[in-house]
C-alpha cells in the first residue's frame, strides 16, 4: 500500500511536478505538460525506490544538491525519449545521397546527427555516405543528451528485428550477422563505426563539436521544445552548418514562426538564408 501511495499515479504534488517541469526544462529544455505527470511519475519511480526516497519532494532536493551532476545525468537518461530506427523518413536518406553525390570530390563530407539516440539514423547516414562516396572523405559525428543511449550507440550493436528498414544490398554491404553468442545481433561493420563519432552534447549548450557540416539532421526532437526552446537550439546549431549546408528536420515537425535565417529548399529540408559566423568551440 505504501508503495502505491508514494509511486502511483497520484503520488507526485503539484508543487513537485512544477519543480520538475522548471528542473528538466532547465537542464535539457524539454517542456512538459500537466498531462505527463503519470508518465514522469512511471519514468523516475523505480529511481526513487533505488535511493531508498519516499517522495518526489526528496527526490528534487535530492537532484538540487551541488555535487549530483551524476545524478541529474540519470534523470536525463530516464526520462528523454530513444524512440528511432534504420532509415526513418527515408526521402531524407534519398536527399543525402543526392548531395553527398553533388559533392564529391570537394573536401570531407560531414554531417551531425543532433539527435542521435541509439544510433540508428547516424549509422543509416553512414551507409548512405559509404555507398555514395566511398570509405574515404566522408565523416560522421553523432551527439545526444543522454549517455546511456550513446554508449549504445557507439557499440554499434543491434537486435536483427530492429534492422528492418535497412536496404537489402546496404544490409548485405555494412552489416555482420550475429553467431554463436551473438545469434540473433548484427553488428555494424568496423569500418563505418571508425568514421562515426559518438559525444555527449546538451543542444542548450553545444560545445567543441568538430564541425562545419554539410547537413545537420535534427529530426523528431524539437517537438519536445517550446517555440523559445526551438529558437535557441537553432541559434546554437546553425553556426555549424556549411553555407551551402542543409537542415532537416523531422516530417511531424516544422519551422514556422521559428527562424527566419532559414529557407526550405523542399519540406523539412531547410538552406541557410545568409551566412553565418564560425561555428563556437
Same mark, same amino acid.
Given at each position: 500500500m505504501?508503495d502505491?501511495?508514494?509511486? *502511483?499515479?497520484?503520488?507526485?504534488?503539484?508543487?513537485?511536478?512544477?519543480?520538475?517541469?522548471?528542473?528538466?526544462?532547465?537542464? =535539457?529544455g524539454? $517542456?512538459?505538460?500537466?498531462?505527463?505527470?503519470?508518465?514522469?511519475?512511471?519514468?523516475?519511480?523505480?529511481?526513487l525506490?533505488a535511493?531508498g526516497?519516499?517522495?518526489?519532494?526528496?527526490?528534487?532536493?535530492?537532484?538540487?544538491?551541488?555535487?549530483?551532476?551524476q545524478?541529474?545525468?540519470? !534523470?536525463?537518461?530516464?526520462?528523454t525519449?530513444?524512440? &528511432?530506427?534504420?532509415?526513418?523518413?527515408?526521402?531524407?536518406?534519398d536527399?543525402?545521397?543526392?548531395?553527398?553525390?553533388?559533392?564529391?570530390?570537394q573536401?570531407?563530407?560531414?554531417?551531425?546527427?543532433? =539527435? $542521435?539516440?541509439?544510433?540508428?539514423e547516424?549509422?543509416?547516414?553512414?551507409m548512405?555516405?559509404?555507398?555514395?562516396?566511398? !570509405?574515404?572523405?566522408?565523416?560522421?559525428?553523432g551527439?545526444?543528451?543522454s549517455?546511456?543511449?550513446l554508449?549504445?550507440?557507439?557499440?554499434?550493436?543491434?537486435?536483427?528485428e530492429?534492422?528492418?528498414?535497412?536496404?537489402?544490398?546496404?544490409?548485405?554491404?555494412?552489416?555482420?550477422k550475429?553467431?554463436l553468442?551473438?545469434?540473433g545481433?548484427?553488428l555494424?561493420?568496423?569500418?563505418?563505426?571508425?568514421?562515426?563519432q559518438?559525444m555527449?552534447?546538451n543542444?542548450?549548450?553545444?560545445?567543441?563539436?568538430?564541425?562545419?557540416?554539410d547537413?545537420?539532421?535534427?529530426?523528431?526532437? !524539437?517537438?519536445?521544445?517550446?517555440?523559445?526552446t526551438?529558437?535557441?537550439?537553432l541559434?546554437?546549431l546553425?553556426?555549424?552548418?556549411?553555407?551551402?549546408?542543409?537542415?532537416?528536420?523531422?516530417? $511531424?515537425?516544422?519551422?514556422?514562426?521559428?527562424? &527566419?535565417t532559414?529557407a =526550405?529548399e523542399?519540406?523539412?529540408?531547410?538552406?541557410l =538564408?545568409?551566412?553565418? *559566423?564560425?561555428?563556437?568551440?
Amino acid at each position: 500500500m505504501d508503495d502505491f501511495l508514494i509511486y *502511483g499515479e497520484n503520488s507526485i504534488s503539484s508543487r513537485e511536478f512544477s519543480q520538475f517541469q522548471q528542473l528538466i526544462y532547465d537542464i =535539457a529544455g524539454i $517542456s512538459l505538460s500537466e498531462a505527463k505527470k503519470v508518465w514522469l511519475v512511471g519514468r523516475l519511480g523505480k529511481r526513487l525506490r533505488a535511493l531508498g526516497l519516499r517522495s518526489f519532494g526528496a527526490y528534487f532536493q535530492h537532484l538540487s544538491q551541488d555535487n549530483q551532476d551524476q545524478e541529474r545525468q540519470t !534523470m536525463v537518461d530516464l526520462i528523454t525519449t530513444n524512440e &528511432t530506427y534504420f532509415f526513418r523518413e527515408p526521402q531524407h536518406f534519398d536527399f543525402l545521397r543526392e548531395k553527398a553525390a553533388r559533392c564529391k570530390g570537394q573536401g570531407n563530407f560531414k554531417v551531425w546527427s543532433a =539527435a $542521435s539516440s541509439t544510433g540508428e539514423e547516424a549509422y543509416s547516414v553512414a551507409m548512405v555516405l559509404a555507398d555514395t562516396l566511398g !570509405m574515404a572523405g566522408w565523416d560522421i559525428v553523432g551527439t545526444d543528451i543522454s549517455t546511456k543511449v550513446l554508449s549504445s550507440a557507439h557499440r554499434g550493436l543491434y537486435s536483427l528485428e530492429r534492422t528492418n528498414g535497412i536496404p537489402k544490398h546496404l544490409l548485405k554491404k555494412y552489416c555482420l550477422k550475429g553467431i554463436l553468442d551473438q545469434q540473433g545481433m548484427l553488428l555494424i561493420c568496423r569500418a563505418l563505426r571508425e568514421r562515426t563519432q559518438f559525444m555527449y552534447c546538451n543542444l542548450l549548450d553545444p560545445h567543441d563539436i568538430p564541425g562545419p557540416f554539410d547537413v545537420i539532421f535534427l529530426r523528431n526532437v !524539437m517537438i519536445y521544445f517550446n517555440n523559445e526552446t526551438k529558437q535557441k537550439v537553432l541559434a546554437n546549431l546553425l553556426p555549424y552548418l556549411k553555407r551551402d549546408g542543409h537542415l532537416i528536420i523531422g516530417h $511531424s515537425e516544422s519551422l514556422n514562426d521559428i527562424s &527566419t535565417t532559414l529557407a =526550405a529548399e523542399r519540406p523539412t529540408v531547410y538552406r541557410l =538564408a545568409q551566412h553565418w *559566423g564560425k561555428p563556437r568551440t
